[in-house]
């Protein structure tokens, strides 16, 4: 929202503007501009004298002028408000008068034929013409609906052309951004597609559909029984019939375009209910239902920045408190992504339950579906993947998009290295500043074709259609997603591929591979596949995450009176370094009913408060607990004595620099942190309040979240709204659990 909007302006910033058609639209962005006193004086015109007489009598405009030639004389703003067809015989009508300087701008819903039709009648198109269309109506109409603020947090598209007067864009531009709409500048041609498809093309549905129902003899019956999909769908069928017609005939050319894309997809939904097709269906609408909810999504966030000015999510974490209860945290994330990925190259339908409703999974999960692998759910944990097979993926329709998630890159380069076509892989701003050369190193030497911006950032581009060919890969730094990435690749590629690890890694892929039936052989620290055989569907029960569980285990152990069960938690042997570190610092912590669920350990994980010490934390454990260092640091923080940690490079980049965000928020804390290349020395000690920045890190986030229970004021932290990448009820079960955070502007 631009800060000009509904502020009164001292001096008016345009000497006389003229709306043309007090309709709506015209009305409104005379009435509203009025109010805001920008403009010395506001003149209107219409054809309809009683439209003329309202408009003064309603304060739409000062007053209204008889003629057209009366109305524009002295103009310095000329609004074309009138329908899309009546615009031609207009400009012809303004071509004919003495304009001046004046700008010129128009409000019609497609731009090519009011540019063609001003380029004819003036000779050429006017430099002080700037076109423009607010992307805002109602089904009402007339000039007394007119509303100064109905164009408020809405858009208006304006579509300079090459040779527009740039002072006059941005006098329009300023104008509109006054009424306080989203102004954006779009190319006429790009504008009339989008506008085809986002707004034509589903009127015409709506229009369709109604009329051809309603023609049956069977109408009334049909009617009778129409419920809410009916209703929804054609309730822009109430549209105003002439308003439209102008539309369709002024954008002829782009809604044919689009209605043909459609038509043939419908072809494609008809023959797939002719012929029994339920995958086809299933495929269509597991996608639409995707998209509608990203969409919705998408528009959702744009309001809430709309309010808030920024996207700057708030956790307000209140001192004290102390944990009690049973909790079961979402599923791992690790195990998820592998779910999605080995289901899909799988023979057969993969059940999922336990799944993590992260964005982060939920990015691998689209991957896939824009690849055509048809995946129902996430619906309370269940997913269903119907498995293509390992050579069933189909080209995406553009990039594909991973969001915050680096192992949703590091492991799709890998197995999409092996495929006929060409894929680009893009992420969010901490993604894109992630090292990817790390894999497309050893993939290219196993004859991958990858491109990627400077330094080996994303995007990546990789070339399909290459064979690759297996290779031995020593490991330069313990990573599950480099080894995962190359064994992925290794499917697809000729011979034996291995991988050996400088020290053990999460092994999920590995055990996963072979509850798909597929050969892995291990041998000491080296993984090796070869291709040849196939994947077939299973059933899998993600564990809770324990690098979501380890929030807790911090704030139990570091909250006096605290006693928690933490139900149903992963402790592969490559994941419980957090464990092992807690305990050497003193933790009480115990596993009960300890078992093993589809290929993987399973325990419900008792944690009591206790006095923590400090430690130098074993090097060997710093793999096995990679991803809980920000909270084990606020342990450290909590404990009494100094903890030093080594060897922990890879925190440097995590989602975001790990020792130096974690080192500069505790500093702010008061705690002694000082940083080194390979990890951070910690002096425990007592923890005021203040402000934090989770620099868009979701772990860092939650551990100042844990960090609050032992400070002595409230710590405010910054940049949290990636929490939802990894662990979407962190709030919710936090304050269930007995710690006082909660989202700034919240309960
Ligand atoms: C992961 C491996 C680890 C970990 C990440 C998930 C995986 O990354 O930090 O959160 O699922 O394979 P590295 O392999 O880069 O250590």
Redesign the pocket.
Known sequence: MSETTAKVADVPIVGRLVVIGLGLIGGSFAKGLRELNLCREVVGFDLDARSRELAVELGVVDRCADTLEEACAGAEVIQLAVPILAMEKLLAQLAQLELGDAVLTDVGSAKGNVVRCASTVFGSMPQRFVPGHPIAGSEQSGVTSAQSKLFRRHKVILTPLENTDPAALALVHRLWAALGADVEHMEVRHHDEVLAATSHLPHLLAFGLVDSLAKRHENLEIFRYAAGGFRDFTRIAGSDPVMWHDIFLANREAVLHTLDDFRSDLDALRAAVDEGDGRKLLGVFTRAKAAREHFSKILARRAYVDVMHSNDLIFLANPGGSLAGRLRVPGD??IS??SIMLGSLAEGTTEVEGFLEGEDALATIQAFRDMGVVIEGPHQGRVTVHGVGLHGLKPPPGPIYLGNS??SM??LSGLLAAQPFDTTLTGDASLSKRPMNRVAKPLREMGAVIETATDGRPPLTIRGGQQLVGMHYDMP????????CLLLAGLYASGQTSVTEPAP??D??ERMLRGFGYPVKVDGSTATVECGHKLTATHIEVPADI?SAAFFMVAASISPDSDVLLEHVGINPTRTGVIDILKLMGADITLENQREVGGEPVADIRVRAAGLKGIDIPEQLV?LA??EFPVLFIAAACAEGRTTLRGAE?LRV?ESDRIQVMADGLQTLGIQAEPTPDGIVIEGGAMGGGEVWAHGDHRIAMSFSVAALRASAPIRIHDCANVATSFPNFLALAERAGMRVHSEGGS
């Open positions: 994330k690790s992504h592998r680096g192992t590091r492991l730094m313990a990573s599950a997603q480099v080894k995962s890694t999460r999920h892929t690098s793999p990679i991803d890879e995590k």
